[in-house]
């Protein structure tokens, strides 16, 4: 039976999951992870990104290609039969944006097979670090947007979200305007996306509705790039973008580059997307009615949908689907950051965090987080700070549960613009392994949650994205709930349902942590 891979190029690590899929048995047969900030420490990232003044947030894209050098280089020898590798695709960081000069082209179609890839890619970036969705630094930029579209809510119906400063539009823009002469020297502007899928093709990849959701530039529903927000954003912009494709586009096969280097065969390229639209697939949320919740860097929260129906407050997204249709999503800035910090402040290792956690009651006798640690997407918070009420700093188990409460009920709070009923939730990302941050999310929301037995639901999701691809391009459509079957079945101690005391005691906590929220926004 064929292998299929898919990647996550996500904020901190390179994964990939490679799986077996065909007429007969389905499984997962390979899942490693490369942390960039251990692999790779010559490029000084710090959590996979450099912070330069608490509200620029770049990486160096070089430092995404050797990691991908550096795993194709493990599935060669994980020993896996390569010949079977039937076709390729990957999710990546939402928003992130690769700066090409017109060098790139013909140093990607002719790498040389002896030499690392990264060593070959001098000349070939226009400007030198990526801006990633962590960064706040384009208030500016994103009012310029807004002032020439016609308003937030004219933006978000026409792309899907009001301007945000993560987004790739005001982050081209900034560029522009800033640094004019290098924006001059930049033929490609690519998502992290469609530069990894680049990078595999040896020539340039398109994009797909999913991650194009994600910069504020293109039509949602024409799925077109949007005239009037390419204007606002930087001269001759259109010319610089990839062209927008369907999500199982085949970008090209596997370039002779890894296919010498390796010894891959010529397998199918399938469009990357993004981290979340990958995920809803790794998922299995094919059809409206369940909810995702991904627990990495970014916490966030999302859901299938039919129609591009909008937050109409404005704090939410919608993306295309990379299975058909659109996806709502919500994304919090302070997710595994917030959990890092408190647990690095005292002193804990993930077991004791749980213990504590185990050790505390539901509603945490009153005390609060609001866990604003970072600069916060979801609600705009660009000053951090955490906020406490009725807690002390100095107790350890306290601020535990309240850390986690905390980023439960801000989820609750921030999607039921989409999500008013929740019938069950679906959860993956690396917090997903632990059973008491998900009791947490089951009682606020009063939904059970169910893990799935792959990790990386994002990788997973891009392994079967690739398998999808290929079969249609061989002129089989396999119809998306057998694309997903056998993969995104709940794991056998998956399931972990509400417990009504705690549920009620939530009811309560809910409304007090909407007040603190409203009156930090309003102070
Ligand atoms: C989504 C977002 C984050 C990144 C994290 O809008 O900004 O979830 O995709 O990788």
Known sequence: MAFYVGFDSSTQSLTATVIEAGDGERRVILDATIVFDDALPGYRTRHGVVTSDGRTVTAPPGMWAEALDLMMGQLRDAGLDLRRIRAISGAAQQHGSVYLTAAAAPILSDLNPQLALARQLDGAFSRAMSPVWLDCSTGVECRALTDAVGGDAALARLSGSRAYERFTAAQIRKFAVGDAPAYAQTARIHLV?????????????????????????????????????????????????????????????????????????????????????????????????????????????????????????????????????????????????????????????????????????????????????????????????????????????????????????????????????????????????????????????????????????????????AFHADRLAAGESVPWPEVVAGFTDPAPDGEIRPRPAAVAVYAGVLPRYAQAIAALLNG
């Open 193 to 465: 996306s469609s530069f990894m899928a680049s990078l595999l093709c040896g020539a340039d990849a398109p994009v797909e509705p999913g991650d194009a959701s994600g910069m504020n530039l293109m039509n949602l529903e024409t799925h077109e790039w949007a005239p009037a927000a390419l204007a606002a954003t930087a001269p001759d912009l259109l010319r610089r973008l990839p062209p927008i494709r369907p999500s199982w586009t085949i970008a090209g096969v596997l370039s002779p580059y890894w296919q010498h280097r390796y010894g891959f065969p010529p397998a199918r390229i399938v469009s990357w997307s993004g981290d979340n639209p990958s995920s809803l697939v790794g998922l299995g949320l094919i059809a409206e009615g369940q909810l995702g919740i991904s627990l990495g860097t970014s916490d966030t929260v999302f859901a299938p949908r039919t129609a591009p129906s909008t937050d109409p407050h404005g704090a939410g997204h919608v993306f295309g689907s990379p299975a058909g249709g659109y996806m709502a999503l919500t994304c919090f800035a302070n997710g595994s950051l917030a959990r890092e910090r408190i647990r690095a402040r005292y002193g804990l290792d993930w077991p004791a965090f749980s213990s504590h956690l185990s050790a505390t009651p539901p509603g945490n006798g009153g005390g609060l987080l609001v866990p604003w640690f970072v600069p916060e997407i979801t609600p705009g918070i660009s000053r951090p700070g955490p906020h406490r009420y009725a807690l002390g700093p100095e107790d350890a188990a306290a601020n535990v549960r309240a850390v986690v409460e905390g980023q439960a009920l801000s989820m609750r709070l921030f999607s039921t613009w989409f999500a008013p009923e929740v019938g069950a939730i679906r959860a993956t990302g690396g917090a997903a392994a632990n059973r008491e941050i998900l009791q947490v999310l089951a009682d606020v929301f009063d939904a059970p949650v169910v893990r799935i037995a792959p990790r990386n639901a994002a990788a997973l999701g891009a392994a079967l994205r």
